[in-house]
Structures are given as structure tokens and as C-alpha cells.
């Protein structure tokens, strides 16, 4: 899964500011295309049902045709929690598929699906350096 997992620690605790920083970053690795709608993507996402997946760890996700490349990008702020719709966000794990995604890379993400079902998992994701 490492091909498609990054992480990310970014010292802003400001949502707009590290999606913005992200967009640029996938951007710049040819996994998003420069035109894209990856922000508003994510909030109508969540204007659909709340991210939160466990307390302070929310799972944004969306599938479109400006992205290239799978990827889990996990997200967190070792030194202050992230504010994410005016709550505080431990860690953040940013979902993107392209429209036609590898067979394997959907079962990996099944497969962290299902490891995310399991609090113990979470917790270490969150407490990982």
C-alpha cells in the first residue's frame, strides 16, 4: 500500500490552508490535474454526510476525472489540532481516486476500509510520528 499512502504533517491548522498546500503538492506530482475542483469536491462530499469517522479523524474521499493517480494521503498537525468546519481534527485521511482506478488499488482501499473499522488501527495512525 505504500505506492499509494503518503503523509503528510503540515504545521497550519487551517483547512483551507492545508487543502490548498495539498492541491498544490498533487499538482505539482501529476496525481491532479491544475484545473480541478478538489476543495469543492470535498465539501459537497461533506455537505452529503459528515466525514467523521472516528472522534477527530475524518475520511474525505471523492473519485473524479481530474484525478490520475489512487492515493491515501493521511494528514496531521503534531503540534495543534487541525480546525476542520469549526471542530478540532486529530488527523485527516484524504481519499482520491481517478474514475478508472486499478483493480488493485480499489482493493487496497478496501482493504483500509476494513482496517478502519478497527479502533486500535485508527489510534495508531493517529499517534504515529
Known amino acids: 500500500m505504500n505506492e499509494i499512502l503518503f503523509e503528510i504533517t503540515t504545521k497550519s491548522n487551517n483547512e483551507y490552508k492545508i ?17 480541478n475542483t478538489m476543495s469543492k469536491d470535498i465539501a459537497f462530499r461533506e455537505s452529503k454526510g459528515n466525514l467523521e469517522i472516528y472522534p477527530k479523524v475524518i475520511l474525505p474521499h471523492i473519485k473524479e476525472s481530474y ?4 492515493r491515501i494521503i493521511l494528514v496531521k498537525n503534531n ?10 481534527i486529530d488527523l485527516i485521511i484524504l481519499i482520491l481516486m481517478p474514475m478508472k482506478a486499478k483493480d488493485r488499488e480499489k482493493n487496497l482501499i478496501r482493504s ?9 488501527y485508527i489510534k495508531k495512525l493517529i499517534t504515529k510520528e
Open 19 to 35: 487543502l490548498d498546500d495539498i492541491e498544490n503538492l498533487l499538482i505539482e506530482e501529476d496525481i491532479i490535474d491544475k484545473k
Open 79 to 88: 503540534s495543534s489540532p487541525i480546525i476542520w468546519q469549526n471542530r478540532l
Open 67 to 70: 484525478i490520475h493517480k489512487t
Open 112 to 120: 483500509l476500509m476494513k482496517n478502519l473499522a478497527n479502533e486500535d
